[in-house]
């Protein structure tokens, strides 16, 4: 696995997500890393990203499999390009669609892993899905439907600067 992250690719101007932006000092900061033909990530909850005594608060299980899945859809993506997954600027991609299961319920205090990989990609679209593990144990499960930036988008916000 490469010691910089996916997202530590992303150009400056599309690195403010509270999920997984560098740049965003309140934001959750996750971290994905290509190995071999998956993206993983690990994250450990706080105790106020609480649902109930013990248990994680589902949206931040969203939150984490939607910024993961898109950080998997930008290194699949490069890839598939034939650029190395540490292309810089990576390609940036927005979620078009998540879609989350939840399996059991996530314990609190325990470190999660994602696992998640590009199921297809057809031009601008990516499909991921991804499992949410706790303990050994699949927790949820989720299928994000990514789509890369428009250059007119990326085109507007390097004019920004």
């Not at 101007?13 to 999920?19: D, P, T």
């Not at 994905?32 to 248990?55: L, R, V």
């Not at 949206?59 to 699949?76: F, M, N």
């Not at 190395?84 to 390609?91: F, H």
């Amino acid at each position: 696995m490469n010691s910089k992250a996916i997202q530590d690719y992303y150009s400056d101007n599309f690195s403010h997500c509270y999920g997984c932006g560098r740049l965003n000092d309140q934001g959750l900061k996750i971290k994905s890393y290509w190995d071999g033909e998956e993206a993983i990530c690990t994250f450990q909850p706080q105790p106020y990203h609480i649902a109930i005594p013990g248990y994680v608060y589902g949206g931040l299980i969203a939150s984490i499999i939607d910024c993961h899945s898109i950080a998997t859809a930008s290194a699949a993506s490069a890839r598939a390009e034939g650029l190395p997954v540490e292309a810089e600027p990576a390609p940036r991609f927005l979620t078009a669609s998540l879609k989350v299961d939840y399996i059991q319920p996530t314990p609190l205090g325990v470190l999660l892993t994602v696992r998640a990989r590009a199921r297809e990609i057809k031009g601008r679209k990516v499909v991921v899905t991804a499992e949410l593990l706790a303990d050994g144990e699949i927790r949820a499960r989720g299928e994000v439907v990514a789509v890369k930036v428009p250059e007119e988008l990326t085109d507007v916000e390097e004019k920004r600067r």
